[in-house]
Nanobody, 123 residues
Framework: LQLVESGGGLVQPGQSLRLSCAAS????????VAWFRQAPGKGREGVSS?????????TYTDSVKGRFTISRDSANGRVYLHMNSLKPEDTAIYYC????????????????WGQGTQVTVSS
């Protein structure tokens, strides 16, 4: 299973981005999926997760609650991270991860990872 992230970029504070996570050849509908991020000099941080369509629930780290929304599109099998009101401290490489089991935001439990997409928030 290969994951591919897209949608990163350079934005100003207060602006929005939508990240996309897709798996080559298959739909992610029956995988739990999470977004993690890693800023320069810092450890990997769990941002948000979504369970498989069999048991829908989502989780968010406190710093993004009310600003980020995770969603999945069962028609195209992708998972999205909608990021609003971006702040400079959101600057990081964002990684998509997937698991065949239901997971939360413990990165060690995810079997599959993408290469990451850079998000930079700067004026």
């Amino acid at each position: 299973l290969q994951l591919v992230e897209s949608g990163g970029g350079l934005v100003q504070p207060g602006q929005s981005l939508r990240l996309s996570c897709a798996a080559s050849g298959i739909f992610l509908n029956y995988y739990s999926v999470a977004w993690f991020r890693q800023a320069p000099g810092k450890g990997r941080e769990g941002v948000s997760s979504i369970s498989s369509i069999a048991d829908f629930y989502t989780t968010y780290t406190d710093s993004v609650k009310g600003r980020f929304t995770i969603s999945r599109d069962s028609a195209n099998g992708r998972v999205y991270l909608h990021m609003n009101s971006l702040k400079p401290e959101d600057t990081a490489i964002y990684y998509c991860a997937a698991s065949a089991y239901e997971r939360d935001l413990n990165w060690e439990e995810y079997e599959y990872w993408g290469q990451g997409t850079q998000v930079t928030v700067s004026s």
